[in-house]
């Protein structure tokens, strides 16, 4: 007697739920008349971006406090010298320059203090993730938060002391 029952009501449970994905497909592709890449062909290009160099830095960076600096063969100190650079639009490059003029010195001192606080994974992350989003942070309010696109980290040589 359970047999019967249990199959009929699986085969009703099943066609309600065809019925109810026929519906919301339904009302899905009947709300779209474009294709999305219609729309990109009216959005702007994307803006071309400038490379303002920030500097050279050479950053002793102590690691005695740091549990991951065991990675680094044992040592409590490594050398951190890197090129920074800031993207920035080229309608903004006149103002972001004389930012720069008025701040470097308050600019490089963060930068370095930033570096000297990082611990041993976030300076060896491949793409840097980290130290660049804490160095946009604090970075953005002498250059300007809407300025400032992105940083750049290049040349970066990491070693023992």
């Known amino acids: 007697g359970r047999g019967p029952s249990v199959l009929a009501s699986l085969a009703n449970s099943r ?15 009947s709300s779209k008349s474009k294709f999305e890449f219609d729309v990109m062909d009216f959005l702007p290009a994307e803006e071309e971006l400038n490379e303002f160099p920030l500097g050279e830095y050479k950053v002793p960076v102590p690691l005695a406090d740091d549990p991951g600096h065991s990675r680094l ?24 320059n004389d930012a720069w ?23 060896m992350e491949p793409e840097l993730s980290t130290l660049k989003a804490r160095l946009s942070d604090a970075l953005a309010t002498q250059l300007g938060e809407n300025r400032l696109r992105q940083l750049l980290i290049n040349n970066v040589i990491s070693q023992e002391l």
């Open 15 to 29: 066609d309600a739920l065809l019925l109810a994905f026929s519906l919301l497909a339904a009302i899905g592709c």
């Open 101 to 123: 003029s008025r701040h470097e010195g308050v600019i490089r001192d963060r930068v370095i203090d930033i570096c000297r606080r990082a611990t041993a994974e976030e300076l």
């Open 73 to 96: 063969g044992g040592c409590n100190r490594m050398q951190f010298d890197f090129e920074l650079f800031a993207l920035v639009s080229p309608k903004e490059q006149s103002q972001f």
